[in-house]
């Protein structure tokens, strides 16, 4: 999902920057104490992520504060209609870059970077096509530049390749880095044809009006050049990465495949072949014992395989405007954290105990009239709801297994003591937690 | 899994140092170039993973140095028999904590935190029971105190939780965090009795010969009390955390579960309820919907939940010897990493093309006798080998699908070309890359 280029036309404004700033900063900075520092975020651009950021970083602000030491201030964002961006810069400790596409984004965070300030970006396609530029320019000034927006949203490819993963031999990174084309496979799996599912993926919010970066998999191609640089040293360009979109498969196959066993995704693969390194992104079916496999909806997940560590998967939702948001507030606050230990806590919770759960109930009995009865009638006065009963075997050796609904655990222990007491009881009761689906 | 302990016993040394360290560094050391400056680690301890992450600090010093422009060296380890604390405290740039256990650990880490140095460590008990004066001191001196492979070995939770996440409002981290026991659960969910299942693990490893820090939970209940002090800025003691082991568990119970749609796990969990914190450790059922009831063997698995992520969810094996070491190595590597953006490209490797692949391919064709023959010659005469094949609908509308093992893309497309050219094909043949189980 490229939800992250929907600012992409916000910012015209060039580098000289005409039009002012206005004075007036937004949100958190009205809250800023004396005595603290002020960290000084510079937004550029405004569209979804841009104000979903500026809106996260208002509600998480006094947090920030607490675990850095300094209150991150967002000023006035650059638009197309307003902003100076070399005052946004002289005024800042950080850049955000939330316009997306080459220029003017190449040049700010340029100058930015030059400048020795922080830049966090989203941008794919900046960086899948001037990766290299604008790395040597944060290394030249020992700025920061950090993009896990990027590639898959809150999913920290990102920052697991380049730090926790630093010192290791990569051998494949892989995986599902484009949500929207991963929706309108699982709804084309569903029976869909390709045009239902692209419409139903642009009614949901999960592809834009022009979905052609997605689903003819460039967006996939940027996200997985930059990842092959990450993880195998080797800058690739976007044009060296030969990819293939979802616009002309058939639900046929995916049916006729699904009868083998396979399931459909559009995958990213970066990985040592030949002696070299391939890059590519194809429509490829998995089969399903695969990791990926079970990743459905507008999902990312990539894995990383590596002789030493085996494998890691992660996975979350592919970036909305919040999760975008989200992962730009995490590079954010990384650039103002010092390395090192937890911050002491502030505002501790209070431990709680005895929290409701379902709970999978066994009981050894012999059936007698009345039976089931008791049982419910024991559980119902603790106020336990029974979700399903099964039965087996009969007579004097009979197993009832139940599922109950959430409910406290000394409520269940209760119950439990009454059934145990119960004349037709053969053994104790057994409890197990059941976690429910309505939990996720 | 607690195999980093396994080296618990491995030193009694006592802070002021009585032994003597060998002059003589171990492996890479021998390999400094003059200019190059050496980064010193400490090793203290050299139990399983201890001595495999001397192993692969060797393996991997090299490519350390070309990204952080010093090489690491380790000197000889700190154990029962030989080295001493002080010197090897005086001599290091970062001390790495492989021991396990309360004391001598816990004087260790203190005093190379308060001396500035930063500290990796493994140490799940001392950091659930002291984790606070660790902060502490590390916060104090300004050195690091890293721990990744204290959680889950490999899988990020820690780096995540407390950079990706540091801004976060965390709503719950739960997850699978003892690979010993989900091996156990796993086995017994096909079938094995509790006893059978340890002695399957313990054969294969994923036990040790004393399995009681793992079987009861306590393993876990410690892993849970750190990532709650991370996630929500709270100190959990191990002693507050109530946990409840798989040592009771009956394969009967699983087996009626089973009925309903439910699989075992033991999970570890930490989240917000009733206005406060709620952590613990127990077995419990999940629907197999459930991201984590798919995760088995010997894994681990964590998803951390806010409203504004969503969720994300990280996998990977339980902490092995290797794969604790690399979580020790990562760690290590972020200590030496100036922040900010990748190393310039030392050593890149060339793009390679044409890689080979499984495919699925879709025929439309007159059925006619000879026909599957003249299309698996087509194939054959390319190398490909046939794995499935399958008819859909007879004479002169049939569809034929076949996989086909892995061949290069070339052969596949000259193979198709041959194909199309015969006589009772309806239509292009159309191909789907398949990604073959034996990849993973």
Excluded: W
């Excluded at 496979?185 to 239902?196: D, H, N, P």
């Excluded at 990539?302 to 975008?324: C, D, F, H, R």
């Amino acid at each position: 999902m490229s939800s992250s280029e929907t600012s992409s036309s916000e910012v015209s404004a060039d580098v000289t920057g005409r039009s002012t700033l206005s004075a007036a900063p937004l949100g958190a900075a009205t809250e800023a104490q004396p005595g603290v520092r002020a960290f000084k975020v510079g937004l550029l651009g405004y569209g979804t992520v841009g104000s979903a950021f500026a809106a996260l970083l208002e509600e998480r602000a006094a947090h920030v504060e607490r675990i850095t030491g300094r209150l991150p201030v967002v000023g006035e964002a650059l638009t197309t209609s307003k902003g100076s961006f070399p005052e946004i810069l002289e005024g800042s400790d950080a850049i955000v870059e939330l316009i997306g596409g080459i220029e003017p984004a190449r040049d700010y965070v340029l100058a930015a970077l030059s400048a020795g300030k922080h830049v966090i970006t989203a941008n794919k396609q900046l960086l899948s096509q001037h990766g290299e530029a604008l790395f040597e320019a944060a290394r030249a000034s020992g700025a920061q530049l950090r993009f896990e927006a990027a590639i898959a949203g809150v999913v920290p490819v990102v920052r697991v390749l380049c730090e926790s993963l630093a010192g290791a031999h990569v051998e494949r990174v892989h995986g599902i880095v484009n949500g929207t084309t991963n929706f309108i496979l699982s709804e084309m799996t569903r029976g869909s044809t390709y045009a239902q599912a692209l419409a139903e993926a642009q009614s949901q919010g999960f592809a834009e009006a022009d979905p052609s970066e997605d689903v003819s998999g460039r967006d996939a191609a940027a996200k997985m050049a930059i990842l092959a640089r990450l993880a195998f040293d080797t800058p690739v360009h976007i044009d060296e990465v030969p990819y293939e979109g979802i616009e002309h498969l058939k639900t046929d196959d995916i049916q006729y495949a699904r009868e083998l066993g396979l399931g459909l995704k559009l995958i990213g693969t970066a990985e040592r072949r030949d002696g070299g390194l391939s890059v590519s992104v194809h429509p490829a079916f998995l089969y399903s014992g695969h990791p990926l496999a079970s990743v459905n909806g507008p999902f990312n997940a990539v894995t990383v395989e590596s002789e030493a560590i085996t494998e890691i998967t992660m996975s979350g939702p592919g970036a909305g405007g919040l999760q975008t948001a989200s992962a730009v507030l995490g590079d954010l606050v990384s650039t103002m954290l010092p390395p090192g230990a937890p911050a002491p806590p502030a505002d501790p919770l209070p431990l709680v105990s005895d929290v409701e759960s379902g709970f999978y109930i066994h009981m050894e009995m012999a059936d007698r009239p009345g039976a089931l009865a008791a049982v419910a009638g024991a559980l119902g006065e603790q106020g336990a709801s029974i979700k399903s009963v099964v039965q087996h075997g009969l007579g004097e050796h009979a197993r009832l297994v139940m599922i109950v609904h959430p409910l406290a655990e000394t409520r269940l222990r209760e119950a439990l003591k009454r059934i145990g007491d119960l004349d037709f009881l053969r053994s104790t009761p057994r409890a197990i937690r059941v976690i429910e689906e309505e939990y996720l």
